[in-house]
């Protein structure tokens, strides 16, 4: 079975203190790695998808990285805004449907 | 402006009645899905569609019902069947069924009273 595991499950930072947020798996057949953000009451926003390990993105203050068993989402100098919840996603298999597991997510809260 | 558009935002459902959530798309996305969050677990999927006229169970189908007459269009049905209907459910859309990033709406908060 298709295992998605989010770590720390909450993270308090203060402004500027960098961090990272990990995401493990056990998939058979990976075809994709996807990380979002959500903010309470509302629905995910895409950030990222990894096809490879190796493979690295970034966006304004967030870079996620991909390794075989792991992905890291690395929060530089974060500021308050960046307080949410982030999910890990993995999309696995063949054919068909690809299914996509979802981890419980990481709460960030950035303290000014 | 394209994007996903779930409703109501707040639902409230009388035990044993049946409600219906709607979902509507304009990114002329070809599959959309009906997720459930609740608090401490993973989003769990009850129904997708690959294309108009064919939709499939996900992991957590029963006492959920769907359709997908149009390709705009798929609203999820909360029957009486479902023992626990007080959740948060999220509608998304992708591209296509491969490995493309989900466009989810703002969500539809539903609670049994």
């Known amino acids: 079975e298709d295992q998605v595991t989010q770590s720390p499950e909450a993270l308090r930072l203060q402004e500027g203190e960098s961090s990272s947020l990990n995401c493990s798996y056990t998939v058979s057949g990976l075809r994709g790695l996807f990380w979002y953000r959500q903010d309470p009451g509302k629905g995910p926003e895409f950030l990222f998808t990894?096809?490879?390990a190796g493979e690295e993105k970034e966006k304004e203050r967030l870079k996620a990285t991909l390794t075989k068993k792991e992905s890291f989402l690395h929060i530089t100098a974060p500021k308050p805004e960046d307080s949410a919840t982030y999910l890990c996603a993995v999309q696995a298999g063949s054919g068909g449907y690809q299914k996509v597991t979802f981890g419980t997510g990481t709460k960030l809260q950035v303290i000014p | 402006d394209g994007g996903i558009t779930q409703s109501p935002k707040y639902l409230f459902r009388k035990e044993g009645q049946n409600v219906t959530l709607s979902c509507e798309q304009n990114l002329n996305h070809d599959a959309m899905y009906w997720y459930r969050q609740d608090p401490g677990q993973g989003l769990r999927l009850i129904y997708y569609?690959?294309?108009?006229?064919?939709?499939q169970k996900g992991d957590i189908a029963e006492g959920y019902s769907v359709s997908r007459e149009k390709k705009e269009s798929f609203p999820l049905t909360v029957t009486s069947a479902q023992k626990n209907p007080t959740a948060f459910y999220l509608c998304a859309s992708k591209r296509d069924r491969l490995n493309t990033e989900a466009f989810f709406g703002q969500g539809t908060r539903l609670t049994v009273v």
């Open positions: 569609s690959q294309i108009v006229n064919d939709f």
């Open positions: 990894l096809y490879s």
